[in-house]
């Protein structure tokens, strides 16, 4: 059990590691659909073509914009291309940076759908049938051109009447076919080098500025992650304040009323005030309120933190802004600075 524990908290305390599973996961789903989908060409001139590019590359233009929905580097992306300027400097590598991983692990699932359909070759075959060559094989020499064109748009359909064990349809089915896989093929192996030559290159370069690039994206990403779980603590503890605000509120209405409630069996009346301080006398719990206690207070806070972030210097950004109100929401800001703790999340 430690250890499925510790294997989720690994995968939940890394986006990398989370955003290569969700890939992982988009491109067996693809390979998944298309073993089961039932592939049926509609065998008409008109329409051939257009079915089988369709079925080539629409899926994958679905597949990648999942990719891109499944993807949360997608939205840090938007929002630091499209942020603010405020007193932080926008970084024009580390939207490059982003934009790049982003599209690397999009792109996974539509290459390999487009790669399994062109290895297979029926999307090819249909899409293609009707614009062979006729010259190119001899069975043809006593059709009319209609005739011809009626026959090719029906190669996809090998129990069709009219090619049903025809020499001519094995002929140029075997045709397309082999061209499809030689398209597959080529692409795959294209693919492969340039994987190779990035990975064996890139090490004969200087790293520097990709180092910085890796470091600063995957710093804008936790640092808004640790600003949503900040949020999130502030308006537990917000909203505790106020429901123990009401309790008080109504406890001492009730008192006026005369309709508080006495002692019984030795128990004592509920004293949401008393409490709070004996808790906070007793266990020392700090307060994630730091000052912002009402509503405007909390709204200008989050309008500062989207028109101005504070600065990536920990000696400026313990300093609030001059003529903007506010504190801070996180009680973990003074103790511990976004590069100590974006250390334990990345591996540069």
Same mark, same amino acid.
Request: charge should be positive; aromatic fraction near 10%; proline fraction near 5%.
């Given at each position: @059990?430690?250890?499925? /524990?510790?294997?989720?908290?690994?995968?939940?305390?890394?986006?990398?590691?989370?955003?290569?599973?969700?890939?992982?996961?988009?491109?067996?789903?693809?390979?998944?659909?298309? %073993?089961?989908?039932?592939?049926?060409?509609?065998?008409?001139?008109?329409?051939?073509?257009?079915?089988?590019?369709?079925? &080539?590359?629409?899926?994958?233009?679905? &597949?990648?914009?999942?990719?891109?929905?499944?993807?949360?580097?997608?939205?840090? +992306?938007?929002? #630091?291309?499209? =942020?603010?300027?405020?007193?932080?400097?926008?970084?024009?590598?580390?939207?490059?940076?982003?934009?790049?991983?982003?599209?690397?692990?999009? +792109?996974?699932?539509?290459?390999?759908?487009?790669?399994?359909?062109?290895?297979?070759?029926?999307?090819?075959?249909?899409?293609?049938?009707?614009?062979?060559?006729?010259?190119?094989?001899?069975?043809?020499?006593?059709?009319?051109?209609?005739?011809?064109?009626?026959?090719?748009?029906?190669?996809?359909?090998?129990?069709?009447?009219?090619?049903?064990?025809?020499?001519? =349809?094995?002929?140029?089915?075997?045709?397309? /076919?082999?061209?499809?896989?030689?398209?597959?093929?080529?692409?795959?192996?294209?693919?492969?080098? @340039?994987?190779?030559?990035?990975? %064996?290159?890139?090490?004969?370069?200087?790293?520097? /500025?990709?180092?910085?690039?890796?470091?600063?994206?995957?710093?804008?990403?936790?640092?808004?992650?640790?600003?949503?779980?900040?949020?999130? #603590?502030?308006?537990?503890?917000?909203?505790?304040?106020?429901?123990?605000?009401?309790?008080?509120? @109504?406890?001492? #209405?009730?008192?006026?009323?005369?309709?508080?409630?006495?002692?019984?069996?030795?128990?004592?009346?509920?004293?949401?005030?008393?409490?709070?301080?004996?808790?906070?006398?007793?266990?020392?719990?700090?307060? &994630? +309120?730091?000052?912002?206690?009402?509503?405007?207070?909390?709204?200008?806070?989050?309008?500062?933190?989207? =028109?101005?972030?504070?600065? &990536?210097?920990?000696?400026?950004? +313990?300093?609030?802004?001059?003529? #903007?109100?506010?504190?801070?929401?996180?009680?973990?800001?003074?103790?511990?600075?976004?590069?100590?703790?974006?250390?334990?999340?990345?591996?540069?």
């Amino acid at each position: @059990m430690d250890k499925f /524990r510790m294997i989720f908290q690994y995968f939940q305390s890394s986006s990398e590691s989370i955003m290569n599973g969700i890939c992982l996961i988009l491109a067996v789903a693809t390979v998944k659909i298309y %073993s089961s989908f039932d592939f049926n060409c509609p065998c008409l001139p008109r329409y051939n073509t257009l079915y089988g590019l369709g079925l &080539l590359f629409t899926p994958p233009v679905a &597949l990648f914009l999942c990719g891109l929905i499944a993807n949360r580097q997608s939205v840090v +992306l938007i929002e #630091e291309w499209r =942020r603010p300027m405020g007193r932080r400097k926008k970084d024009p590598g580390i939207v490059k940076y982003l934009c790049s991983s982003v599209l690397q692990r999009a +792109l996974a699932a539509p290459v390999v759908w487009i790669l399994l359909a062109l290895l297979d070759g029926k999307c090819f075959i249909c899409a293609f049938s009707s614009s062979v060559d006729p010259k190119k094989f001899s069975d043809f020499a006593n059709m009319t051109a209609s005739d011809v064109q009626l026959f090719l748009s029906k190669v996809p359909c090998k129990d069709d009447e009219l090619v049903r064990d025809n020499p001519a =349809r094995k002929a140029v089915s075997r045709y397309l /076919r082999c061209l499809s896989q030689a398209i597959g093929w080529s692409i795959m192996l294209t693919l492969i080098v @340039m994987a190779f030559l990035a990975r %064996s290159l890139q090490p004969c370069f200087d790293q520097t /500025r990709l180092v910085q690039r890796r470091y600063w994206s995957n710093y804008v990403d936790l640092e808004q992650k640790l600003f949503d779980e900040t949020c999130c #603590e502030h308006a537990r503890d917000f909203a505790h304040k106020c429901v123990l605000h009401f309790f008080d509120s @109504m406890r001492s #209405e009730m008192k006026a009323r005369g309709l508080a409630a006495a002692r019984q069996d030795g128990v004592i009346p509920w004293d949401s005030k008393a409490e709070a301080e004996g808790q906070e006398r007793e266990g020392g719990k700090k307060d &994630l +309120l730091r000052g912002i206690a009402n509503q405007k207070q909390v709204n200008q806070l989050l309008t500062t933190w989207y =028109r101005s972030k504070p600065p &990536l210097d920990i000696t400026q950004a +313990l300093q609030p802004p001059p003529g #903007e109100g506010g504190g801070s929401l996180s009680h973990r800001a003074t103790s511990c600075p976004p590069a100590t703790r974006f250390s334990q999340h990345t591996d540069v």
